[in-house]
Nanobody
Framework: QVQLLESGGGLVQPGGSLRLSCAAS????????MGWYRQAPGKERELVAA???????VYADSVKGRFTISRDNAKNTEYLQMNSLKPEDTAVYYC????????WGQGTQVTVSS
């Protein structure tokens, strides 16, 4: 099982930016799919973005044009760059990796508020 450690969450004003990181305990070169989900209070967990080997990515409609997912194989880390943040982006963000079975990080809180 892959161990995943997220960082980079915090409090930011509307319109601001944050970059989330997810460091893996294994070489991510062989991990086919990595991505991010989020869960807001009282809501179901939803897919935010995912990226596969080769770099192809998908995004939720609500974040297209604002969020960018990437992966750095040399650092065994995936990232989620979040720009133009809105209050509705407030949630706990979880990274995941599909390596045999799905592994999850512990989650990092993102709060967008003035």
């Amino acid at each position: 099982q892959v161990q995943l450690l997220e960082s980079g969450g915090g409090l930011v004003q509307p319109g601001g930016s944050l970059r989330l990181s997810c460091a893996a305990s294994v070489n991510i070169f062989s991990i086919n799919t990595m991505g991010w989900y989020r869960q807001a209070p009282g809501k179901e967990r939803e897919l935010v973005a995912a990226i596969v080997i080769g770099g192809k990515s998908v995004y939720a409609d609500s974040v297209k044009g604002r969020f960018t997912i990437s992966r750095d194989n040399a650092k065994n880390t995936e990232y989620l760059q979040m720009n133009s943040l809105k209050p509705e982006d407030t949630a706990v963000y979880y990274c995941y990796a599909d390596f045999g079975r799905r592994s999850w990080g512990q989650g990092t809180q993102v709060t967008v508020s003035s």
